[in-house]
């Protein structure tokens, strides 16, 4: 566990001087930006617009973050030979991995808690009411990012960065989109269709299940055991894929 | 015990398309290091040199062969816990400072806080960055990388270094530095490791010494017994005063003669005619100068086997 958290320690500090943190001034500013622009309109349809939007870039944020630094996680290590001083450690590849992940997980959930309070403290100023539904679709927010994140991982264990990227975004557009190949593989006509479809529904994660985000925005609280649930599945999934790349990354030459 | 044990030691590269040719870059290679040992791994580029090293440290897999590290086999994490290791031309975390860098590597190594700033003012004392620790490794230069890199491979205080052309890059007072820390490892009972393809380094520094071409271990011991086994010497005899040429004897024991002026250079492929020369020299009225024999250096060997085996 000690290598595991100085690897990450390692990684946490590597995130925070490349200076990704300044995303969230964007943030901010996009934030008070919309508040603005919005505070003309009636108050049930701005504080609605206001949690959809706050949310919807809470999400965006987080996910851009877990995409291009994921992918670079290991990739940057092996592009720059960092890899060789630190593999030549009594460390083990496996240990290596988890740190790296758990380093910008924990990048991941200050970056998302810091974005959440400039979020409730729009919402507070603009007069309107924090429901606690916003918290439900935060943390299945982080969930879902933190899947995305061991996704870029594992892909960039075995594929250039630019490659990463492309899956990585492929199966996040693809996971928001697992409900309607569904729908379109059941009422197709073609078997071939339909076995890919199907197949490619049961294989890629579904991201949807996560995004609570339009209830949320009109203060509707979704069910604890659907929380839990949902929680569960992207929590397993990321164990999964993240087990998938220290099998590969076990197995490569350097 | 051996620190490194190598025995038969093949990698293969296998081609990604059926249609090419697997690549062997180490075949066949077994030498042994003992403790407290410098031993030179001499070779050119592309030799195997490093990949020998990499696979020492678990980076690279051996195709077949037995690999030991302080009697443990290599690619455990066990067998790390006593190695240093120094990468050819490395690259670090460039967004840490000389001090936290050094910090990081001994966390790496599970020293305790106390023995890690110890060590870390040590190092950096030792390898004159003491002034720069507080500065980021993106502000280094190509010397003070290299000596930042020796001292992470020496923070936990190793029984064994691995250094892949710990000399390059640097300056001529930056070798010397280098080579002093290499010394002094050695005077601490420490084994050390290192690959080069500067002859000089190994002859100033190793004990034994191997030199690899296309991954075969074309040689292998001490520099003398090498130099002995392979010498082939030559004498120059120099001399004020006479014509090389107009001596018929001299010149049929002589392999080349010069003749610059008054003064004549006789070059002997052995001892075997010296002393008829030197009389022939002095009965035609000639000042000796100078005699000096010539043994094989350890470059002519390296060349000599590299280009014949290659």
């Known amino acids: 566990m000690r290598a595991i958290l100085v690897v990450a320690g390692n990684t946490y500090r ?4 490349d200076k990704i943190l300044y995303n969230l001034v964007l943030f901010a500013i996009l934030l008070i930006g919309t508040s603005v622009l919005l505070g003309t309109l009636t108050i049930g349809e701005q504080s609605r617009i206001v949690n959809d939007l706050g949310l919807a870039a809470i999400n965006l944020v987080a996910v851009i973050i877990a995409i291009f630094v994921g992918i670079g996680l290991v990739t940057k290590e092996m592009e720059r030979r960092t890899i060789y001083t630190i593999l030549a450690r009594p460390i083990t590849r496996v240990q290596f991995i988890l740190g790296k992940y758990l380093g910008l997980g924990f990048i991941i959930v200050v970056n998302i808690a810091i974005m959440f309070a400039m979020f409730l403290a729009t919402v507070w100023l603009s007069g309107n009411a924090i429901h606690r539904s916003l918290f439900q679709a935060v943390e299945l927010i982080l969930v879902e990012t933190l899947l995305v994140m061991a996704i870029a991982l594992f892909f960039s ?8 990227a492309t899956m990585t975004l492929g199966l996040y557009v693809i996971g928001h989109l697992t409900s309607d190949l569904k729908a379109i593989a059941d009422k197709s006509q073609s078997q ?9 529904y049961y294989v890629c994660p579904n991201l949807e299940f996560m995004n609570v985000k339009g209830q949320a925005a009109s203060g509707v609280l979704v069910e604890a055991v659907y929380q839990m649930t949902a929680t ?23 | 015990m051996d620190a490194i044990l190598i025995e038969r030691l093949t990698k293969t590269y296998q081609p990604m398309w059926p249609w090419e040719r697997p690549v062997t870059v ?18 050119h580029n592309g030799a195997g040199k490093t990949t020998t090293m990499k696979i020492l440290l678990g980076l690279l897999r051996a195709t077949s062969g037995r690999v030991e590290l302080l009697g443990s086999l290599a690619g455990n994490v066990a067998s790390r816990s006593q190695v240093g290791y120094l990468p050819e031309s490395p690259y670090f975390y460039d967004y840490l400072t000389a001090e936290e860098f050094l910090c990081f590597y001994g966390k790496l190594a599970g020293l305790a806080r106390e023995v890690i700033q110890r060590r870390t003012a040590e190092l950096l004392e030792r390898v004159g960055l003491t002034e720069s620790r507080h500065r980021q490794l993106r502000k280094f230069s190509k010397g003070m990388l290299q000596r930042i890199g020796l001292a992470q491979a020496l923070i936990h205080d190793p029984e064994l270094v691995i250094l892949d052309e710990p000399m390059s890059g640097l300056d001529p007072i930056g070798r010397k530095e280098v080579r002093d820390i290499i010394l002094s490892l050695r005077d601490h009972g420490k084994t050390v490791f290192f690959s080069t393809h500067i002859i000089s380094d190994v002859e100033m520094l190793c004990d034994r010494v191997g030199i690899l071409a296309r991954g075969k271990v074309l040689a292998l011991g001490r520099i003398e017994e090498l130099v002995k086994e392979h010498a082939i010497q030559s004498v120059e005899v120099v001399c004020d005063g006479v014509v090389g040429a107009e001596l018929p004897d001299v010149q049929s024991l002589a392999t080349r003669i010069v003749q610059r002026g008054e003064r ?3 070059i002997l492929s052995g001892q075997g005619h010296l002393e008829q020369v030197l009389a022939i020299l ?6 000796l100068v100078s005699v ?19």
């Open chain 1, 14 to 17: 590597e995130t925070i001087r």
């Open chain 1, 157 to 164: 264990t075995f594929s250039s960065p630019i490659l990463s």
């Open chain 1, 192 to 200: 071939l269709t339909e076995v890919v479809l199907t197949t490619v």
């Open chain 1, 232 to 254: 569960a599945y992207g929590l397993l999934y990321a164990g999964l894929i993240l087990t998938g790349a220290c099998l590969i990354f076990q197995r490569r030459d350097f």
């Open chain 2, 26 to 43: 180490l075949a066949d290679v077994s030498l042994s290091i003992s403790r407290g040992e410098i031993f030179g791994f001499l070779g």
């Open chain 2, 264 to 266: 004549c250079l006789v």
């Open chain 2, 282 to 287: 002095r009965q035609a009225g000639g000042r």
């Open chain 2, 292 to 310: 000096i024999p010539h043994k094989n250096s350890l470059e002519d060997i390296f060349l000599e086997r590299t280009n014949r085996k290659v």
